[in-house]
Structures are given as structure tokens and as C-alpha cells.
């Protein structure tokens, strides 16, 4: 499962097997999070309907400021087919309040959390739904929502509120690579553990 994930970036216009979005839930529920704080929520968009304003806000970063060579217009028509898109949210102040409850103590302060576990853990359920995904046949991107303009403009559109980050958006369905406007990473592409790895000492 794990050599078989990667992403894709184009989808047929077919729907998912019922349940689909139940399980890959359930699998990125499986996430460990730090303090057992599940500091994580989904926002889910099932259909074309319930997407588009998400790909308005792709469309969007296409021409802004904020847009890399990801993000053009062809990548997002191509996107846009996936029937369903799992966004992951963290919750920075579910983290401080654990932290700063009876069996942690800590200040319930920002800076004593060096590393922010709230985008640990949600990254957590992305990786378990991206490998979920591949266990039922079908494929996904995880893609980046945007710059901070971008992110004001999904928490109006979709109702979320101020504390919950997007980590980014997990479009998903049945993959037509014949028209991913990416070709798929190969293994051979990874730097190798030589450079990445360092034993004992860094
Ligand atoms: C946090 C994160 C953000 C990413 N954002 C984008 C994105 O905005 N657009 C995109 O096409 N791919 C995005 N990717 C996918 C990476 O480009 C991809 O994982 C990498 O090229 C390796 O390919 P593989 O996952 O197929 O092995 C993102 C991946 C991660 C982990």
C-alpha cells in the first residue's frame, strides 16, 4: 500500500462505491495524536455542487499572486472531476487547553509548543486517508488550499470558523492518468537515504 501511493492529479467522472467517504473517515480517524487530543475535524465535499466553491478558490490562486506552477487553470479542470474532497482542519487552542489542563500543566502559551503538533496530527489523518484510498482502489492529491488570502476566503465560503486551519484539501476518485497534467514522482526520483539519513550524530 505504501509503494503504491502517489498522487494523482486528474480523475474520471465516475462516482465512488456508497460508503467510500465513511471509510476513508473512519481510517483517518485512526491518526495517534499527540495528548490524545484529536485536535482534527473534515470538512467533506461530496459531488460537484458541494466542491465549487473550493474550485473558485483554485481558479482564483491560479492567477494571484500567490500561485505556484502547481496551481494552473489546467491542473484545477482536471482536479475538479474527483467526487469527493476530504479537507483536513487543525485546532491549534484544542492543544493548548490539553496541555495547560490538570495532567500536563503547561503555560498555555504558544511558544512552549516548539513543534505544533495540532498540524502534526492532522497531517496524521492525510497520510492515513491518502494510504486508505489506495486499499480502495481509487486515487488522490493532497493539494494546498492557497496563500492566507485563500484560506480567509474557504473559511467564509464554507462556514468554518477562525481557529481551524486547512492543511490542505485531499481530492479524490477514480484516476485517468492519461490526461494528470503531472507525471507521477518514480521511485528513482527520491533523494536517497545517504542524504537524508544521519546515524548516531548529525
Ligand atoms: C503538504 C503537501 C502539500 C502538497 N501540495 C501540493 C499541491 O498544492 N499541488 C500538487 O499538485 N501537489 C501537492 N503535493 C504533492 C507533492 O507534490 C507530492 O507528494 C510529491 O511530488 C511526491 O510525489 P508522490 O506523493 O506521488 O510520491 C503536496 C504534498 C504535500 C505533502
Known amino acids: 500500500m505504501i509503494r503504491r501511493r502517489k498522487m494523482v492529479r486528474s480523475f474520471q467522472d465516475r462516482p465512488l462505491p456508497p460508503g467510500t467517504a465513511d471509510r476513508l473517515l473512519k ?7 499527540a495528548g490524545f487530543c484529536q485536535g482534527y475535524r473534515f470538512l467533506v465535499l461530496e459531488g460537484a455542487e458541494e466542491a465549487a466553491p473550493l474550485w ?16 494552473s487553470a489546467e491542473q484545477v479542470d482536471a482536479l ?50 491518502l494510504l486508505a484510498v489506495v486499499d ?33 484539501a485531499i481530492a479524490i476518485g477514480y484516476p485517468d492518468p492519461d490526461t494528470d497534467p503531472v507525471p507521477p514522482a518514480r521511485p528513482g526520483d527520491r533523494k536517497p537515504l545517504a542524504e537524508l539519513v544521519h546515524h548516531g550524530h548529525w
Open 56 to 71: 473558485d478558490i483554485a481558479y482564483a490562486l491560479s492567477t494571484s499572486d500567490h500561485t505556484t506552477a502547481d496551481d
Open 80 to 129: 475538479k472531476r474527483a467526487p469527493l474532497v476530504i479537507i483536513p482542519l487543525a485546532c491549534k487552542n484544542i492543544y493548548l487547553d490539553r496541555y495547560a489542563g490538570p495532567n500536563k500543566r503547561l503555560a498555555r502559551d504558544e511558544s512552549v509548543h516548539p513543534i505544533p503538533y495540532w498540524y502534526i496530527d492532522t497531517g496524521f489523518t492525510a497520510l492515513l486517508t
Open 27 to 33: 481510517a483517518a480517524n485512526r491518526a495517534p495524536s
Open 136 to 168: 480502495e482502489g481509487l486515487g488522490a492529491v493532497l493539494f494546498g488550499i492557497g496563500g492566507p488570502a485563500e484560506i480567509e476566503d474557504f473559511r467564509i465560503r464554507f462556514g468554518v470558523p477562525p481557529e481551524w486551519d486547512p492543511i490542505g
